[in-house]
């Protein structure tokens, strides 16, 4: 199974200020074949269910900020918020869907400072 | 749009089977894929399983000997048995539809395995 995991578990931010989360998983989700990197990111506001925010590690899906961007290759991913918003306030999990077992990190939760 | 909605019981008694459905409306179950997730308590994300539009399933290997995951296209549901529950299957059970990621997600149906 390929082991995902995540720093910092949680994280103070101010408004305004930049948030960096990171990923690294324990084998490298780059497919050589097409070059794309099988990582998604997800935002999870209390009491919702995950929102798919970045795909194939960078790609924003439709209507996410652009103030939200995704990173990084093989084995090492970051997702950084440049100017965080009080909306912003939720758990982040990084996914990999190159091979089953799917599996998630245990999560960033993002807080205010 | 479409839309995924998780429907089941809240309460299950440990040994006992727990089953879910989800019903998907404003678009066809057919060839898409479906996943069930879950979230215990104050926890992370568990992929469960996975019904792929070929009629294959995948099935995380410390749940495959007590699951069963099956589509009926005829209803635009899709559903998960898992038997002989116990107080670890404790979670949010949610259906997820994906291409790669899963990018539609139910709002969750809360399960409680108790006596």
């Known amino acids: 199974d390929i082991v995902m995991s995540q720093s910092p578990d949680s994280l103070a931010v101010s408004l305004g200020e930049r948030a960096t989360i990171n990923c690294k998983s324990s084998q490298s989700v780059l497919y050589s074949s097409n070059n794309r990197n099988y990582l998604a990111w997800y935002q999870q506001k209390p009491g919702q269910p995950p929102k798919l925010l970045i795909n194939w590690a960078s790609a924003r899906e439709s209507g996410v900020p652009d103030r939200f961007s995704g990173s990084g290759s093989g084995t090492d991913f970051t997702l950084t918020i440049s100017s965080l918003q009080a909306d912003d306030v939720a758990v982040y999990h990084c996914q990999q869907y190159f091979s089953t077992p799917y599996t998630f990190g245990q999560g960033t939760k993002l807080e205010i400072k | 749009q479409v839309q995924l909605q998780e429907s089941g019981p809240g309460l299950v008694k440990p040994s006992e089977t727990l089953s879910l459905t989800c019903t998907v409306s404003?678009?066809?179950?057919?060839?898409?894929?479906w996943s069930w997730i879950r979230q215990p308590p104050g926890r992370g994300l568990e992929w469960i399983g996975s019904f792929y539009s070929t009629g294959t399933t995948s099935y995380s290997s410390s749940l495959k000997s007590r699951l069963t995951i099956s589509a009926d296209p005829s209803k635009s549901q899709f559903s998960l048995r898992l038997s002989s529950v116990t107080a670890a299957d404790t979670a949010m059970y949610y259906c997820a539809s994906h291409d790669d990621a899963f990018d539609i997600w139910g709002q969750g149906t809360r399960v409680t395995v108790s006596s």
């Open positions: 404003g678009g066809s179950i057919s060839g898409f894929h």
